[in-house]
């Protein structure tokens, strides 16, 4: 199935920032593991929890998690290599979120659950395993501070509902969204566009 | 219901401590929104997980997450004035403290737990949130150092079931527990009561 | 049981450290317990939540809690000589590594679920009370740093599950897993075994 291949994609991608970051701490192969898989699976396995949805994916597949941590530990070798096509990273990683988000709204679907439950699903699959990664790291997370990515998620759910619910096939629906959320994604790194900051002064001075 | 409505307040008032900590760290309006809801359902979150109490609480009920996002967008426009009202605020919140501790205990009671884990349940939904919050922003949890906080959710939660221990009917324990609870964080808060402290010296030197 | 008996002095081990951490961040008695609890059954916790195994083994035996509670309080009282008793402490930590190991195994092997889950149930039952502890006290985690310890989770869950598919009895898998893993540990800690490094310069510069 092509989301099955793409979800392959987005996780082999997703693993490889992780074990990136990791690399950026000094961690040993077993830490490397852990970023990478907690970044590329992260997302599904706090949705699944949060959902109550069990078995979680990679207890029933295993080879998910074998998947990512061969990811992880091959990125420690071509690290460089990898650093310098980060062009390709990118289209991978936008395509990951898109991806994950995609997933994250059909499972929400499928257990008859509201649709603002799965715009927030979509939300925690594609956004949760950078947060992981990023505490993991001790990073100040980027999802909260970098262009749009959190709401691209939630665009990319809402345009998939919109679409199933004027009866686009689910085929259709799914390279429609996989479409524009990449071409947004894209174009949201390009421009920076990036949601209104709120700063509070830690001491705020009454005028 | 008495407590249902004191909830709405409870995490409201939760989700502006949320977003004015987020406001600190400069997050953008998913960053807001994302703290403000960790803190105000957070707690709740974590305690029927750690039960197995499903659906959650926000998956049966989207519209808490939707006040809780609202709350957290709103407070970034009214920050300054918030700030000025602190004396409101602190009081709200140790009203949302007891709140939440008498739903925990209360939810842990009708699974038919061991009362010790009633006291625990209680504990984590008053106290998690506000731990999740400064995870999130990076500040040393304030409940590990604040005055007393997590103590006055384990009294408020023990006098709870003592009062329904001793066949008081469920509304007269509620307002009891509140009234009390609610009076000793206020003088917690006044008289700086304090659980005491451990300090270890990472080099201890023999003597 | 000689693997119960083994658990209560592995809870106790691990509270203890947990405590001594949270004592070199002057947090208050709340914080003690909570850091004491989560560092001893905070990876049983985890691993029981990801394969949705409830109730959790402390909400069905919430003496464990009561246990590193206590463990924790008494720490803070004895804490210049258990610093002193440093030898006594990593061998229980060892073997209270070994202990979590073999129970992670276990109850995944009675749910039925593939090896490679088996070894990864070990590994959380063993890794992630630590890692808890060390996030909570905001250090770089150890595991990701120090001799080996995930690894030898890892091998002791191979090892016992290699045992018993040799038709070797509970009782003796479990005696020669804990004496393998354990002097394999106190080896790991003597002649400071350590996984390969993977260091990534932040700004890698082109030569």
Redesign the interface.
């Known amino acids: 199935m092509l989301l099955s291949s793409l979800y392959i994609i987005g996780i082999t991608a997703e693993a490889m920032t992780g074990?990136?970051s990791?690399?950026?701490?000094?961690?040993?192969?077993?830490?490397?593991m852990?970023v990478a898989s907690a970044t590329a699976i992260g997302g599904g396995?706090v949705r699944d929890?949060?959902?109550?949805h069990?078995?979680?994916g990679w207890?029933k597949h295993?080879e998910y998690?074998?998947i990512t941590c061969i990811a992880g530990i091959l990125t420690?070798g071509i690290?460089?290599w990898v650093?310098k096509f980060k062009g390709v990273f990118i289209r991978l990683d936008a395509l990951g979120l898109i991806v994950f988000s995609i997933i994250g709204t059909r499972i929400a679907l499928e257990m008859g659950?509201?649709p603002?439950?799965c715009v927030?699903s979509a939300l925690i699959t594609g956004v949760f395993g950078g947060l992981l990664r990023d505490?993991?790291c001790?990073q100040?997370?980027l999802?909260?501070?970098e262009e749009l990515y959190?709401?691209i998620s939630a665009l990319s759910s809402i345009l998939y509902l919109s679409l199933l619910n004027g009866d686009v096939t689910q085929t259709y629906a799914t390279v429609i969204t996989l479409t524009v959320g990449y071409l947004l994604r894209m174009a949201a790194v390009r421009f920076k566009w990036?949601?209104?900051?709120?700063?509070?002064?830690?001491e705020?001075s009454a005028h």
Chains 1, 2, 3 share one sequence.
């Open positions: 074990a990136l990791a690399g950026r701490r000094k961690m040993d192969w077993f830490g490397v852990l396995t929890i949060l959902l109550g069990y078995p979680l207890v295993p998690l074998v420690t690290a460089k650093i659950l509201h603002v439950i927030v505490l993991m001790r100040t997370p999802v909260l501070h959190a709401s990036r949601l209104p900051n709120f700063h509070l002064e830690s705020t």
